[in-house]
């Protein structure tokens, strides 16, 4: 399984990104795929994810409301489109997936995801 992000950038609060994740290699019907992030100095966080079976989507606290998953099948892409951006959401954003959790065990479980990209850094500025 290969996952390449991109779509990070500089921006400044109340602005907006979208990222990007394209996945490859992945052979098995159900699994989780989303977004965690890890700040300098701080613990990662699980901010979004969809199920693969039925394109569910769960969010963490922090982020509903702003941030939108959605996905291109078709290209074997997912989106993670982030408004309204603070600068607490400063951090490098990986794509992950997972084949055993769900929801939002997923967001919880960033240290057991079985296949990860190598990340995008997102900048908010005040």
């Known amino acids: 399984v290969q996952l390449v992000e991109s779509g990070g950038n500089v921006v400044q609060a109340g602005g907006s990104l979208r990222l990007s994740c394209a996945a490859s290699g992945i052979t098995f019907d159900d699994y989780t795929i989303g977004w965690y992030r890890r700040a300098p100095g701080k613990d990662p966080e699980g901010v979004s994810c969809?199920?693969?079976?039925?394109?569910?989507?769960y969010y963490a606290d922090s982020v509903k409301g702003r941030f939108t998953l959605s996905s291109d099948n078709a290209k074997n892409t997912l989106f993670l489109q982030m408004n309204n951006l603070k600068p607490e959401d400063t951090a490098v954003y990986y794509c992950?997936?997972?084949?055993?959790?769900?929801?939002?065990?997923?967001?919880?479980?960033?240290?057991?995801?079985?296949?990860w990209g190598q990340g995008t850094q997102v900048t908010v500025s005040s």
């Open positions: 969809m199920s693969s079976s039925d394109g569910s989507t």
């Open positions: 992950a997936v997972d084949r055993d959790f769900r929801g939002s065990d997923y967001l919880a479980a960033i240290w057991e995801y079985d296949y």
